[in-house]
Every structure is written in C-alpha cells, then in structure tokens.
C-alpha cells in the first residue's frame, strides 16, 4: 500500500499536529516533493523537528527517504479513467457531476482496497475458508448485506454456511462454533458492538475470526486473527456506506472466484445451483 494511502487512513488517529503535516501531504504530494524540511514546517506553520518526527513515526528514517517514498506512491499512483471524477459529493452539483463523482469514488475505492490487501494475507485467508468445517458470516446494516451476499455465493460451493441478520440469532449460532471453524466478520468501523461481541465469543470457543475492516486501529481487528481491509472514501456525512460496501463486495467476490478456482468440483456446484433455478425461472414464464 502507498505511503499516501497509509498516511491518509490514519489521518483521524493521529494527534493534532501530525495531523496538520499528514494532512498537507496527501492534499500537496507534488508541492511537498519540491520542500526541504524546514520549508514544510514553515508552509503548515510546525517546527522543522515535528516533520522529521513524523517521518520516522510512519517508519522512515529521514524525512529524505519518506519524500522517496511519496515520490515512488505518484509514479505508481492508480488515476481515476477520464471523464470521472473524484471528490465528495455536494448539495449544488449536477446530475452529471454527482454520476461522475459517484463511479470515481466506487473504482478509486476498489482499487485501494486492492492494494491495502497482499497477496500473501488473501491466500491465507483462502486457505482457512477452505479447510473451515462451518463458515459463520456476521455484520449488521449495510455490511450484513454483503455478508449475506457472500454467503449465498459461498452456499453455492456447498459449503457449511451461517448467516442471519438477526444479530441475537448471529451470536446463537456462534456459540455452537468451535476449532475447525471460521468467524467471518465485517465491520468497516471496527466497533460496530454486535460484531464486536459475536467475534468476542467466537475466540473464546477457540474459532477463527477473520475480520474484514478498515485500514485503521480497532475493537474488532485487535480480536480478528486475520485482518483484510477495506479503504472507502467516507471522510463526510454521508446518507449510506456506499463506498465501504463496494470495497467489502470488492474483497468477498475475489475470494469467491479463488475458491472456485481452488475447488476442484466447483463448477459442478455452480451448475447444479443454476438447473435447480432455471426450474422456477421455467415455471414463471409459463
């Protein structure tokens, strides 16, 4: 993952003044890459130790080496295709301005949900889905609707699955799960408290719990054995988890065509769940 994005994520835990400096990067990569030390502190109004303690804080040993780093994040940096735009939507804009807005942000989203995950974390948690004895899927509101999405899909490979959106019924079934099993819970806040308790309960019984979250420090990725994270643009108000729930979906199709990809008998799977509904679809219109 890009220092950028790093840097961006952590914007809200950070103290004030790292805050100020972290802040000003990510606005002003470009402007940054052309100030020495002491030209960044005087431009944000912070001492020239402050930005050098900020740089070794996100692992850098010199602020030389976090200006490479940014530098490298702009030359890698993922740019939304012409014609989008991205940015939080305002009251005033257009219709075409908020379409713009709105599929910027959904594929920016994506693609930094992407990169935040490595490849290495994604086949581990392939490989606990794959070996689980029952998959327990968990969430509440717009992340209980991926899970139960995740869960049909997962259901069509013939796994063991639970899901219920009722999150009394959630923690019911949790409290059956043991070793051999996996907790799989979304949260893109982290302290979402019915997800958080379900996860509690599930460590306790000595089950796996991989949590899909966001890029920051939380109740629920401090339980989680295994995290995958999510990076939405949700910085403002906003009227719905739009962007968070496509970069959950984003994270659960990949591992559900990986698992297809995995399971030998799968495409039989598949076909058997897509004959059994052509029955009904046949039946409807006749």
């Given at each position: 993952m890009s220092v950028l994005n790093r840097i961006n994520v952590k914007l809200e835990g950070m103290a004030p003044g790292d805050r100020e400096i972290g802040r000003y990067i990510v606005d002003n990569p470009d402007q940054m890459l052309r100030l020495s030390t002491a030209a960044l502190a005087a431009e944000i109004g912070r001492s020239q130790s402050s930005v050098v303690k900020f740089s070794q804080k996100l692992g850098y040993a010199s602020y030389q080496e976090l200006k490479l780093a940014v530098s490298e994040a702009k030359a890698q940096e993922w740019q939304v295709p012409a014609g989008m735009i991205h940015g939080s939507i305002e009251v005033g804009d257009s219709y075409q301005?908020?379409?713009k807005k709105l599929i910027g942000s959904k594929l920016l989203s994506m693609q930094r949900t992407a990169e935040a995950n490595s490849e290495r974390i994604i086949s581990r948690t392939l490989e606990l889905l794959d070996k689980a004895r029952r998959i327990h899927l968990?969430?509440?509101?717009?992340?209980?609707?991926?899970?139960?999405?995740f869960s049909y899909k997962l259901m069509k490979l013939g796994r063991n699955v639970l899901h219920d959106s009722d999150s009394h019924i959630q923690m019911a079934n949790v409290?059956?799960?043991?070793?051999?099993?996996?907790?799989?819970?979304?949260?893109?806040?982290?302290?979402?408290?019915?997800?958080?308790?379900?996860?509690?309960?599930?460590?306790?019984?000595?089950?796996?719990?991989?949590?899909?979250?966001?890029l920051h420090d939380n109740p629920l990725s401090r339980v989680a054995d295994i995290c995958l994270y999510t990076i939405a643009d949700e910085e403002r108000a906003r009227s719905s988890s739009i962007t968070a729930r496509d970069a959950q979906l984003t994270l659960t199709d990949l591992l559900f065509i990986l698992l297809v990809q995995k399971q030998p008998d799968a495409n039989e799977y598949v076909h058997n769940s897509e004959v059994a509904v052509s029955v009904l679809k046949a039946e409807r219109s006749s």
């Open positions: 301005v908020i379409l968990v969430g509440v509101g717009a992340s209980s609707l991926v899970a139960r999405d409290s059956t799960l043991g070793p051999g099993d996996v907790l799989f819970a979304l949260s893109y806040s982290g302290a979402s408290i019915e997800t958080l308790r379900i996860a509690e309960l599930a460590r306790k019984r000595g089950t796996m719990v991989i949590a899909v979250t966001g």
